[in-house]
Nanobody, 123 residues
Framework: QVQLVESGGGLVQAGGSLRLSCAGSGRAFSRYSMGWFRQTPGKEREFVGFITSSGGSTYYADSVKGRFTISRDNAKNTVYLQMNSLKPEDTAVYYC????????????????WGQGTQVTVSS
């Protein structure tokens, strides 16, 4: 079993940056692909991006491509989401999720979820 805890959310002005962290516990963390999703009230959970278990590949939603970067440090069991050039429409609760082996952009294929961290971007 994997437990995930996100941190790093907060309030930032448009154009600013934030880095979210997702700390994982449990054995074999490095064998899980990790995804980031976000959700606003009344909307479905939206895919942001994922990183493969080795960290060798990443994939992003078009809405964040070129602005967000996902990385991981398997020695620390931690995944990061660096968010630059933030826009008010990036405001959401951000979740990290773990999926055994192969990565996916589909939220219901993930096995474990963190509790989420709020990101608010003011205009």
């Amino acid at each position: 079993q994997v437990q995930l805890v996100e941190s790093g959310g907060g309030l930032v002005q448009a154009g600013g940056s934030l880095r979210l962290s997702c700390a994982g516990s449990g054995r074999a963390f490095s064998r899980y692909s990790m995804g980031w999703f976000r959700q606003t009230p009344g909307k479905e959970r939206e895919f942001v991006g994922f990183i493969t278990s080795s960290g060798g590949s990443t994939y992003y939603a078009d809405s964040v491509k070129g602005r967000f970067t996902i990385s991981r440090d398997n020695a620390k069991n931690t995944v990061y989401l660096q968010m630059n050039s933030l826009k008010p429409e990036d405001t959401a609760v951000y979740y990290c999720a773990a999926k055994w082996r192969d990565a996916s952009a589909t939220y219901d294929r993930y096995d474990y979820w963190g509790q989420g961290t709020q990101v608010t971007v003011s205009s």
